[in-house]
């Protein structure tokens, strides 16, 4: 038996790459719902923004999710062998 | 003893180190969150024990990297089973004692693989599956976690340089969500090991009586639904008891955590977890986050980790793995002794001792409500009580300790009636209006001082120069109490003090409070 290098690698890297990626996501959110300079609140193309790289950030986390659950559970819902 | 009854213990042991595995670890996941303040601590533990059932049933890759990878289930019996799973009972439970976020699932490998040794031999034992599934991910998931930790904190405190004051706000939030991932990644992957167990007890019990029955196993099959289910609900019923001994030191012993650091820690070890799930190996949610915890600390300031704590958890993680499988070993040995006394005596003594650690425990208590309070767990020394009762302290002090200690005081007769009682609860609005309008400044009656107000200083003089009745000796109580208003009965009335030895204070003390 051989030490499963790869899987190993891939582990780490999903974890740095993922990690960065969704604080990442959530900074340029937070920067674009920020207000700038002496304004109240951001302006609507800022929110929209915001609140879209948001979404994006969230759909990313329910893909990673899934495909990790996806097969289990139609393994026990017996939809696939 | 038939196979099924064995088969029936080892399984509800199974389910016991599966709830210690949930208490001990349920600060993996929240013991951030709660200590930068996304969640109370109840509410912390009740989502991460549903999260956690959730998390169970989403994955089994690991389950089978136990049940037939690190073993040879051919030459494993039930009784090594059960001889394991009391050794890292009794290690989760040693370690919680000592508020030491150590690895259960290191404590499980570690005593199966020192029974398997005692009683199989080395070749019960796959030593590679050994380096290559727990080993070697024990040492790289908490240095990757710490470096993914790191850089999240650098990019997530970027944005707040230059943003709103609402940044950590939204951080917190952020938090509180990444804090339930991490909880679902920890059921799908500490929940799998005790499925694993018990799949492994049901191959192991199949192959010993020969026979097939409705609850049989082979090697190399996945777990039955029954037993993901049951295992899922034990750890989560685990989590939702609360390990705060353990939070304590994870929330607070480490570092002090803000929301962008907590959301940096949970989304490291969350995606960590996930993926090495994913791949089958048996990774210790309780390196990962501490890893985490560690590498978000040094994205700050260096002097912000406490490296003494750090320094106590890595000693423990190393002795993990050996001394699990001593206790593993030493119980595999006893279990095997006789025909059933050998088994009965370790369950005795796995009872015994879980109720000394309890006992133990009580002493320095650890609970949601002090949890955030300090960032140390005591285990020995002298044992908390409550505060001394403040005669020694206040004005009478010189005169009445010496010959009274305060222990030895007699309670006040007050102390037994419904206003005793009363005090328990802070006051009602309309009771604090009613105090506010009394005027105690006038007749000098002393009931009008406030010091039932929550957060009065009982020990202190108020601002009439007098002492709350309950930290005055009997006689001195007696003359001065009387009804709070004219329209609120007394309920201060001790049977055999008469309502005539009431006086106004500014009476019986000349030169007090007027």
Not at chain 2, 239 to 254: F, L
Request: aromatic content about 6%.
């Amino acid at each position: 038996m051989t030490l499963d290098w790869m899987a190993l690698l891939q582990v780490s890297l999903v974890t740095i790459i993922g990690s960065v990626m969704i604080a990442a996501l959530l900074s340029l959110a937070n920067w674009l719902l920020a207000p700038l300079g002496e304004a109240e609140q951001p302006t609507p193309i800022r929110r929209v923004a915001g609140y879209t790289v948001m979404a994006l950030m969230v759909e990313l986390v329910g893909a990673a999710l899934y495909l990790i659950a996806h097969q289990h559970v139609a393994r026990l819902l017996g939809l696939s062998d | 003893m038939p196979v099924e009854a064995i088969v029936l213990i080892v399984v509800l042991t199974a389910l016991v180190f599966d709830f210690t595995n949930g208490f001990h670890d349920s600060a993996n996941a929240m013991a951030t969150a709660v200590s930068a303040g996304s969640y109370r601590p109840k509410q912390a533990v009740l989502l991460a024990a549903v999260m956690n059932l959730i998390g169970a049933c989403l994955s089994t890759e690991v389950a089978q990297t136990i049940s037939s990878g690190l073993v040879d289930d051919q030459l494993v019996t039930p009784e090594m089973v059960f001889a394991a799973l009391v050794g890292a009972i009794l290690w989760n439970l040693f370690t919680w004692l000592l508020g030491l976020p150590s690895s259960s699932s290191h404590a499980i490998f570690g005593a199966l693989i020192g029974a398997v040794l005692v009683r199989a031999g080395t070749a019960g034992v796959h030593g590679w599956v050994v380096v290559s599934k727990i080993l070697l991910p024990a040492l790289v998931a908490p240095t990757v976690a710490g470096v993914a930790a790191f850089l999240a904190t650098k990019v997530a405190y970027a944005s707040i340089g230059r943003a709103h004051k609402g940044s950590k706000k939204r951080f917190r939030q952020a938090q509180r969500v990444s804090s339930l991932l991490v909880a679902l990644a920890h059921g799908t992957s500490d929940g799998q090991k005790t499925m694993g167990i018990i799949t492994l007890v049901l191959v192991s019990a199949t192959i010993a009586s020969g026979q097939s029955h409705w609850w049989s196993a082979q090697p190399g099959d996945g777990p039955h639904w029954w037993v993901i289910l049951a295992a899922g609900l034990a750890i989560a019923l685990g989590t939702y008891s609360g390990g705060w001994r353990i939070m304590r030191t994870m929330g607070k012993g480490m570092a002090d955590i803000e929301a962008p650091q907590g959301f940096a820690v949970e989304t490291s070890s969350m995606v960590a977890i996930l993926a090495s799930s994913h791949f089958g190996f048996g990774l210790s949610t309780t390196h990962v986050v501490s890893g985490a915890v560690i590498g978000t600390g040094l994205s700050r300031t260096p002097d912000q980790v406490r490296w003494r704590t750090a320094r106590n958890m890595g000693f423990g993680w190393l002795l993990t793995l050996p001394a699990a499988g001593l206790l593993g070993a030493g119980a595999a040995f006893l279990a095997e002794q006789g025909s059933y006394a050998g088994f009965v005596a370790v369950l005795v003594i796995l009872v015994l001792a879980a109720l000394a650690i309890k006992l133990l425990a009580g002493r320095h208590k650890v609970s949601a409500d002090n949890v955030t309070d300090s960032a140390e767990v005591r285990v020995f020394g002298k044992a908390l009580e409550p505060p001394a009762t403040p005669i020694t302290q206040g004005a009478l002090a010189p005169v009445l300790a010496p010959a009274l200690p305060a222990s030895t005081l007699p309670d006040h007769p007050l102390s037994a009636t419904p206003l005793a009682l009363a005090r328990l609860k802070p006051p009602t609005k309309k009771q604090r209006r009613r105090q506010t309008r009394r005027p105690d400044l006038a007749t000098g009656h002393e009931s009008a001082t406030g010091h039932d107000r929550p957060g009065a200083d009982r020990t202190q003089p108020d601002r009439t120069g007098h002492r709350h009745p309950s930290d005055r000796p009997q006689a001195e109580t007696a003359q001065t109490t009387t009804p709070a208003t004219p329209d609120q009965p007394s309920t201060a009335e001790p049977a055999d003090q008469p309502v005539a030895a009431a006086q106004p204070v500014a009476a019986a003390r000349p030169g007090v409070g007027v």
